[in-house]
Every structure is written in C-alpha cells, then in structure tokens.
C-alpha cells in the first residue's frame, strides 16, 4: 500500500479552543501557512463554556479600580498557590509575556470592568473578559491572515521522522507541517481512564470541560517521549451544582464573599477561603461528596448577576438556592440532622465575633488573632473581614465537585517546546494551554488556565515563526 501524499502546510494547530485560535491568528499574521485542525464540529472546547476570568497584573481595569498589582507579587501568589511545585521559569515567562493576552483582548474590544479577587489570589486580580467575543475575534483575524480551519478533523498520532515532528494523521489523511505541530488539545477532564491513572482520588468528581477533551495531544506526545509535570495534583472545582448542563456552567463561590460550607450532617470541616481546587478535594470526601453553601442576606445582596462565579440571580432562577427566614427551617429543607446547622453556625458567629473584637480595637498581627476551628482567618486566601451569619433571610447553595479543567500536562519549556523525560526537547513539537502542566503546581490561581492558554498559544506561534526566520 503506498503512503497517503501529505497536505502540506508550514505549521499545524491541534485543537481549536482559546490557546489554539492564539497561535493560529498569530502564525497566520507573520505569514506562516498554518492549519487549525479541530476534532469537533465547532471551535471553542472549555475556553468557550469558561468563565472568562483572566488574571493579570498591572491592567488599566486595576488602574481605575485603584488596585494596585505588580508582576512580582502576581508571580509570588502563583509560587505560593502552587505550594513550591511549579516551575518557576514558566511562571516568570507566563508574567512577562502577559502583554500578549492584553494585546489580543484589546483587539477583540473584550474588556468588561469586572475585577475580582479569587482563588490563589492576595490582590483583586481576576478580570472578566467576554470569552467568546475574544474567540470570536482571534477566529476572524486568523481567517482573515489566510489561516485553514478544518473542523470535524481529529488528529490521530504525530508523524516523526528520526526524532522530528513533521506532521499528524488525521483518519486516512496525512498532514505535513515543516515548520512545527502545536497541541493544543486542551485537558482530559473527559478521559475517565487518563483521571483513574494520575488521580484516582478525584474519579468521583463531576466530569466537565468541552467534550472533547479527552488527553488526546497528551497521549500522542507521551508516545514519543514526553515528559508530564503536575498531573498528580490535577483536582476538581468546588461550586458546581450537580445537575448543571453543559450549555451552561453553575459555578458559585459564594464562600468567598463570605458563606460558610457545611456538609451533608450539618458541619463545617474546612477553611472556606482556600482554592476552589483545595475545595474540591475537600468535599469529594464529604457523605454525599457535597456541600452546602450557607450564607445569609447580607452575602445574598452581593450577587451580581451575570457575573460567573458571584451570579446568585441566576441560580434562583434556575430554582437551585434555597431559601428560609430561620436557620432551622433552612436547615429542615435541607434534611440536615435536627438542630446542627443552627448549632454550627452560632459556633462560627462566635469566632468570628472573638476575631473581630481581637484584630480591630489593638490591630494585632495574625499571629495573636483567634483561633478558627479550622484555620479560617478571611474571605479569600486570608484576605477580607469575615461576617458572621446572621440576617435572615438564609440562603443555600448545594454543590459538587466538577472536573472542570485539569491543570497538570506536558512538560514545556519558557518557548513552549515540548521537553522529554530527559529535559531535551522533541524538534518541530510545541503545546499550550490545558494540554501543558508545570504552571500550577499544587494549586489554582483563578484565570491563570486562561491566561496561560492564550499567552502561550503566542508564545508557541512566536517560537516556530522565529526559528523559520533565523
Ligand atoms: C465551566 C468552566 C469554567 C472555567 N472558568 C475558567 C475561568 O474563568 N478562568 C480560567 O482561567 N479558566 C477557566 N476554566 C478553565 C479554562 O477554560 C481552560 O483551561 C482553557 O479554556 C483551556 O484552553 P485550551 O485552548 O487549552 O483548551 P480548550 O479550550 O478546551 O480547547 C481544546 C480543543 O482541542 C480539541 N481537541 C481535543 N483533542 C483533539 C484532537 N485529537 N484533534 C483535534 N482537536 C482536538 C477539543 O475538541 C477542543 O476544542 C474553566 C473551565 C470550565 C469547564
């Protein structure tokens, strides 16, 4: 049988999410013929059901917003988030390319001013970004620079020649890609069995994140010898209600504003301003893997509608809050055992009247504040007062933990090249986004899989289209 002739094209794009759409607008503009090969019917993956949270440092929204952020203490939030496992030159090269992902959202006009404070983070950091006007627009600039999309297209394996990447298989289809082939494949939130191998513990998580991703690029890399870097602390999100769709996420962290989480028996059994990550975990161990988030009407009034992860509105609509003018009645429509939600939340009332009382009047250091039970000292990462929960009416959210993006992959150099076991890099073989660990370590900063995904879908794009000049 004779070998398929090959399409030929300079650089070809595997997946068709935010990271993917990056390097294909970016390669098509320096003039590179470049091929977007996407296993679906439709461009989008996760990047499009996101939350469009982007963290970044030292924007004109923090600006007017009077936040002040640098690069440095963005960076040092990301090491800490990642408890000492991630790798520092990504996150150094994550920081000083940012200037890509503003570029790119300026371009697309996709700004809101939504700033917010979130997981992993010391400092308002987390800005809402119309996702999919952004995907919208790098589609359209790609198209418009000559790029191909081929859409319904999965790829199958990597072509190497000696240890080269010269190009996919797709089905019976051979693609030629000179210059370099681009993962961008997303996660494998999907793949039951790439979840049960790094992270059995979180199987039980609710699977989420666009369908297609299955660990696919991840597969065909490792195939050739790649290395993996942060898969085994790959977790869930806490937040998610456990009948949400896939047309629409329900996530809420409404603990970060100030409600307590409270399991299936009545109790608390964490400290709520951790990551959403960390929470996750926390709750896959919970009876019912669940929790509630409790909360009353001062939190209820800071909702804000249409804004992923604080829109309570939106969850009543859906009829997914509940609601009671006591404590008790809140806690019989819940089914929790008589009496424990009350008796739980007068014990948290109290510490957070002690704390109060110890920090204010003598503005003492965190050392000599009052003890939380479980280690509770603000709203989120320690910072913001904490409220007690007192005014009726009383609210609560039941929510699981989703799979909604797993943060470990492929081990990638500060080019975005694609590193072996052994720290050399595979030739003509580059990876961003999902696809790609070594950026978070042992822990989530909210908007860094975004970020990320579209900084270094530039950063791969600039690696190929400079080697082909130089
Ligand atoms: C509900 C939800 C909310 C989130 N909110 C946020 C947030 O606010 N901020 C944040 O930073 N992160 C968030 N995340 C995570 C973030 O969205 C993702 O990590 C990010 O979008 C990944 O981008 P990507 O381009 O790498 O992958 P994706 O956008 O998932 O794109 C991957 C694409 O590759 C395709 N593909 C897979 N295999 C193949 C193959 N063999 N051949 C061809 N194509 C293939 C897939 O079909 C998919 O279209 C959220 C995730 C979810 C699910």
Known sequence: MTAPHPRRFDAIVVGGGLAGLAATQRLAAAGVHVALVEKRDRLGGSSAMSGGWFALSGTGVQRRAGVEDSDDVFLADMLETGGGFADPSLLRALVAHQAHAVAAIDRADAWTDELKISAGMTIARAHLIRIRALLASLEREA????????????????????????????????????????????GFSRSRELLDLFVPDQAAAMPYGGVGNTGDGLRMAWMLGAGLADVGHVAGTYGQHAEATDDEHELLTANYLGAILVNALGARFTDESESYKVLGSAVLSQPG??????????????SKPGVPLSDMERIEELGHLVSAPTLAELGRRLELPPGTLEATVEQYNKTVEQYNKT????????????????????LVNGVGALLPVARAPFYAYPAVTAMTSTFGGLSVAPDASVVRIDGSRIQGLFAAGEVVGGFHGASYMTGTALTKALVFGVVAADTIAGRRRG
């Open 143 to 186: 198209v418009a620079a000559g790029a191909t999309i081929l859409l319904g297209r999965p790829a199958d394996a990597l072509i190497a020649e000696d240890t080269r990447v010269t190009g996919i298989r797709s089905g019976e289809e051979v693609l030629a890609a000179d210059a370099g082939v681009v993962l961008t494949t997303g």
């Open 289 to 302: 893997r669940m929790a509630f988030q409790i909360f009353d009407s001062r939190v209820r009034a800071l």
């Open 359 to 378: 920090v204010e009047p003598y503005n003492e250091t965190v050392a000599g504040r009052a003890a939380d039970a479980f280690g509770r000292t603000g």
